[in-house]
């Protein structure tokens, strides 16, 4: 249950800091439109739940950090992890190629393909 205090730093933070978040956060979002305001609600609720608000030295750079956080996993989310096994086999099979074959090029063809596709899923910054 959120106290008086929690609100109104809350709505504080909101009506000081809350265009700058939106700003952070559609900077760092590939889909931003869609996104953005249920990460601003996640970052704005995860601030209500700490207790202590007069303990907080930087209210701004305290929101970012919640934010990079809010943002870390929803990425996380978004662009699950790639297993490295499947790409280290790929490549494998890929090295062990015979050219004489053009039934074996076709299938080292589409492979080449599927290793581009797993690589574009996996986040620019990853």
Do not use: W
Not at 44 to 56: F, G, Q, V
Not at 109 to 118: A, L, V
Request: aromatic share 4%; with cysteine.
């Amino acid at each position: 249950m959120t106290t008086e205090r929690q609100r109104t730093f809350l709505t504080a933070i909101q009506a000081s800091l809350g265009p700058k978040l939106r700003r952070f956060l559609l900077a760092r979002l590939r889909r931003p439109r869609t996104d953005v305001a249920d990460l601003m609600q996640e970052v704005y609720l995860r601030m209500l739940r700490i207790d202590n608000h007069d303990a907080i030295r930087n209210p701004q750079a305290h929101l970012y950090t919640v934010a990079s956080h809010v943002l870390h996993q929803h990425m996380l989310k978004e662009n699950p992890p790639c297993d490295p096994a499947d790409i280290a086999n790929l490549s494998a099979e890929l090295e062990s190629r015979t050219p004489s074959d053009p039934a074996r090029e076709a299938q080292i063809d589409e492979r080449y393909e599927e290793i581009g596709r797993m690589l574009e899923k996996i986040a620019p910054r990853a």
